[in-house]
Each structure stands twice: as structure tokens, then as C-alpha cells.
């Protein structure tokens, strides 16, 4: 289990109320239980990491890139890694992708949410 880190909830709260159009366009349709009744949060704290969206019990994370993450592949593969060692399984769109495809986003998400969740790792340290 990972540690809440109060900067990265700082940080999530305020990346709520400044999504991009392709945030902002996925949200409507995930919103609400509106898609397939499955809960998603958005901007949602995982270690020091802030996702996109999560469906926490299908542990289900849904990152939308922009052209910046083009760049930074690497940067990426290691937070991906870090919420798949937290049991999360992570599934990426382009943001134009989700503006000129949502259906096709959708079919994706829905297909992903048929897969069993990630074991969820054992605690750290203990006994």
C-alpha cells in the first residue's frame, strides 16, 4: 500500500479543475457509473504519481497523452511500471485520439475492463 503523499493530493485537486478537451471529453462518458456502471475517479493520487482516471476496483488506470509525451517515453515506461507494481493495470490514449475516436476509446476501455485486476502486491515490511 502506498503512502498519501499530501503535495501529489494538492497537485490532483488542482488538476481537476484544469482538464484539457480530451480529459474533459473522456470524463462525460466515464462520469457518473455512465460507462458500462463501472466507478472512475479522475486525477486520481497513486503513490507520487497523479493519474488520469482510475477505476480503483477493477484497478484500472487510464492515462490520456498529449504531444509532451512524445518526448519523454522513458519518463513515462517508469510511472507506468511504478502503478503496475501497485496492481494497477494502465492503458494509454492520445488526446487525439480520444477527440477524433472516442468510440473506438471506448471499445478499448470496455475490453480492458473484462480482464481480472492486477494481483495487488503485499504490503511492504510487516511482521
Known amino acids: 500500500m502506498v503512502q498519501r503523499n499530501h503535495a501529489t493530493i494538492s497537485h490532483a485537486r488542482q488538476m481537476r479543475s484544469a482538464l484539457?478537451?480530451?480529459e474533459k471529453a473522456l470524463w462525460e462518458e466515464l462520469r457518473a457509473k455512465r460507462f458500462a456502471g463501472v466507478k472512475f475517479t479522475?486525477?486520481?493520487?497513486?503513490?507520487?504519481?497523479v493519474a488520469d482516471f482510475a477505476a480503483r476496483r477493477h484497478r484500472l488506470v487510464i492515462e490520456l497523452d498529449g504531444g509532451?509525451?512524445?518526448?519523454?517515453?522513458?519518463?513515462d515506461a517508469v510511472?507506468?511500471?511504478f502503478l503496475e507494481s501497485q496492481g494497477f493495470r494502465v492503458i494509454r490514449f492520445w488526446n487525439s485520439e480520444v477527440l477524433a475516436n472516442m468510440a473506438g476509446v471506448l471499445t478499448v476501455i470496455a475490453e480492458a475492463l473484462k480482464e481480472p485486476p492486477?494481483?495487488?502486491p503485499p504490503p511492504m515490511g510487516g511482521r
Open 20 to 22: 484539457t478537451i480530451a
Open 42 to 49: 479522475r486525477q486520481v493520487p497513486i503513490g507520487p504519481y
Open 68 to 75: 509532451q509525451h512524445a518526448l519523454d517515453v522513458e519518463r
Open 79 to 81: 510511472r507506468t511500471a
Open 118 to 120: 492486477l494481483p495487488i
